[in-house]
């Protein structure tokens, strides 16, 4: 998800999810289910080499119940000068010079 995003102008992630952490077997004994599917999803900056959002797993459902091509869709009417480029699961884009 990183790799291919970084590139990108931003990242739509599940990143701050709780359990996305080092001791995520500890987090996991300490929230119930609810607490571990209590998060949004995040828009962060990539390195600007592509001018749109990478939306990685585009057609992933997150832990939170919530699609990521959904949430993402709802980022982009909400600035809709936003282009945003979904990669689905166990897909790769290829982008080579301006295409």
């Known amino acids: 998800s990183a790799g291919a995003g970084c590139w990108f102008s931003s990242l739509h992630t599940d990143s701050l999810r709780p359990d996305n952490t080092k001791n995520r077997e500890h987090v996991r004994n300490e929230l ?7 998060w949004d999803y995040a828009q962060i900056s990539g390195l600007g080499f592509v001018d749109a959002m990478c939306v990685p797993h585009f057609d992933a459902t997150g832990t939170n119940g919530v699609s990521r091509a959904e949430d993402a869709e709802a980022l982009m009417r909400k600035d809709p000068s936003t282009a945003a480029i979904g990669v689905d699961e166990n897909a790769a884009l290829v982008v080579v010079g301006n295409e």
């Open 32 to 38: 119930d289910e609810e607490e571990l599917a209590d």
